[in-house]
Each structure stands twice: as C-alpha cells, then as structure tokens.
C-alpha cells in the first residue's frame, strides 16, 4: 500500500518539476518534499526522478507511476467521502481554458459529479484572459487558465510546460515576409505572447486567422494558413513543432493555475483538490 500523503508530493514534484515549488504549493519544507519521494521511491525499489541542481526530470517508471498515483488518490477520496457521510451540494461556477478540452479535464469533471451528484455544476470554457476578469467579476467559483505572465505568484500551479510554435507539416515560413499568425482574439495570452516576443525581435508579423474557437484555430493551421503559438505537451493531432531553422524567436513558458473567487465553498475546494492530485493527466491528451 503506497502512503497518499506520499503519492500527493509525488505528483505535485512531478507537475512543477520542482522540489522547491512542491514544497510552495504542499505548505511543506523542501526537505520534507525530499523525504516523501525518497520513501515512495524506496517503497517502489524504482527511482522515480533524475535530478541535479538545475533541473528534475521523470524516468520512465516516474512516468508510470502518474496515471498510478492518480488512480490510487482518486479511488482514496471517494472512500474517504463515502465513509464520512460528506455530501456537498450547491451551485459551483467553474471556467477552463479551452486547452483542456482535448486533454483528461472531462473524465475528471466526469468523476466528480458521480462522486458529488448533489453539486449544480456550470462549466464555462474561454480564453484564459476572459476567465481571469469574469473571476475577478465574481461571477466564476472556481477557474483552471493560463498564468498572465511569468512573474505572476496567484493561484495554485497544476502544470507547467514551454510554448512553441506549431504549423502544418511542410508549411514554409518565408524569413523575407512578415510571419502568418493564427491566433485567438484579445485577451488571449497565446496571443499577446505571440505579438510580444515577435515585435521584441525585430520581427514583422500579420493576422492570418482570428477565432475564439481552439478548433477554429486549428483547421487553420491544418489548412497551412500559418503559424500558431501553443503549448508543447498539448499540440493537437495534425499539426508539428515549426523547426528551430524556421528561425522564429523563442516563446517561453506557461504556467496553468487554479484560482479561487473570494468565497469559493466545499464545492470547489472538492474540485480543486480532485484537479490537483490529477493534474498530472491533464498534460496529455485524451
């Protein structure tokens, strides 16, 4: 049997690739993180990460051990709500960013309905900017978006990953013309990213496809209309990294956070908590 407060550490390491960010997000201290993933390792008999003073990594049995450590925690909550008698109703308000709509956030969503069947729950999928300002509007509980910018500290990190560009295979990016751009309108981050670092390198730059629909987009790209901004771990079927050649300038990272309205409830606290020891699956798609 594998300790659930050992497996939680596990995946929150495994979601920032950071023993100090862990630690940040669990309330723990940085060696107290260290001790819990070298007891779940010793309790494996597999190292689970690679990691030195600049980076921390999954093996492949690290990689395993995810969907694992997921399936254990969940199956571990609805025990624990079971045998409590916890039953939560009430309207709960959740936003998510349409990049997850492809990947696992359903069969999470899905879970937790069975497991809260009492809960009205509203899902509202939008750019990460719009859901920023309906959240700070009060009119969403609970949000799962984008990070506005890297030196942003709100919210709770679920996952983190690099931007890259994408395209059609075989889509030509000529260096002599401004670069073709398929982007969401404002207040797409994607977007504003795009424009950001483009017009920091010099770069010209025009609008080849403009759509609030993820799937807008992507028939876009698929038609070799142009180039997108979008996050590494999600690039959708169809589409391939633009080669480092190509020469566009480097997009940086992506943060995606949890964040709480100012009287969030149980509701969401439930969520939360089932969207973070998950968080994890939420990085591939389905």
Known sequence: MYDPVQLRTFLAVAQTLSFTQAARRLGLRQSTVSQHVRRLEAATGRQLFTRDTHSVELTGDGEAMLGFAGTILAAHERATAFFTGTRLRGRLRFGASEDFVLTRLPEILEAFRQDHPEVDLELSVELSGTLHERLEAGRLDLVLAKRRSPGDRHGRLVWQDRMVWIGAEGLRVDPDRPVPLIVFPPPGITRARALEVLEREGRAWRIACTSGSLSGLIAA???????????????????VRVPERVGLPELGGVEFVLLQGARPGAAAD????????SGARLSRPA
Not at 221 to 239: E, N, Y
């Open 270 to 277: 439930a969520l939360a908590a089932a969207i973070l020891s």
């Open 221 to 239: 790209a698929r038609a070799g209309l142009g180039v997108m901004a979008h996050t590494r771990g999600l690039i959708p079927p169809g589409l």
